[in-house]
């Protein structure tokens, strides 16, 4: 796990970046162990995720699931959300050679690992409304 000033230092840089600043790019980690810290951002945006995840457990499992059935829903959801964001860099490190992006293939997963927990907390207002306020998402 990172320490936290690296992941201020991290989600700081990614966001810097997506508001069009070149600097944002000094302050990420792009070494080899970078790389690998970047997927901690799956852990870090994993509360705001999870906010998501259960509403619409609830709404897929139907009114009457017990929490089992919820429970095995909700941990589909995380299953599929990990794979949305793990599978396309798989696949993107796969055809990275023959694309010319190999020199730009881990600042390419840094920065998309940072800027996309940056976008799941962007969501959780609209989750936060779901879980509080059920009927007003129809």
């Known amino acids: 796990m990172p320490p936290a000033e690296d992941i201020y230092r991290q989600l700081s840089g990614a966001w810097r970046m ?6 944002g790019l000094r302050l990420l980690d792009l070494t080899l162990d970078g790389f690998w810290n970047s997927f901690f951002a799956i852990v870090v945006a ?3 995720m999870l906010a998501s995840w259960v509403p ?3 709404e897929l499992s139907g009114a009457g699931a017990g929490f089992g059935m919820r429970l095995s829903m909700l941990v589909r959801l995380a299953i599929v959300d990990v794979g949305a964001w793990v ?3 798989v696949g993107l490190a796969a055809v990275a050679g023959y ?3 190999r020199a730009r293939f881990v600042h390419f997963v840094v920065a998309s690992n940072w800027a996309s927990a ?3 907390w962007m ?11 059920p009927a007003a998402s129809d």
């Open 118 to 120: 940056i976008f799941v």
């Open 87 to 89: 599978l396309p860099l």
């Open 56 to 58: 619409l457990a609830g």
């Open 46 to 48: 994993g509360p705001a």
């Open 123 to 133: 969501t959780l207002p609209v989750s936060l409304l779901r879980i509080v306020a």
């Open 18 to 23: 997506m508001t069009g600043k070149r600097d």
């Open 99 to 101: 694309a010319g992006l």
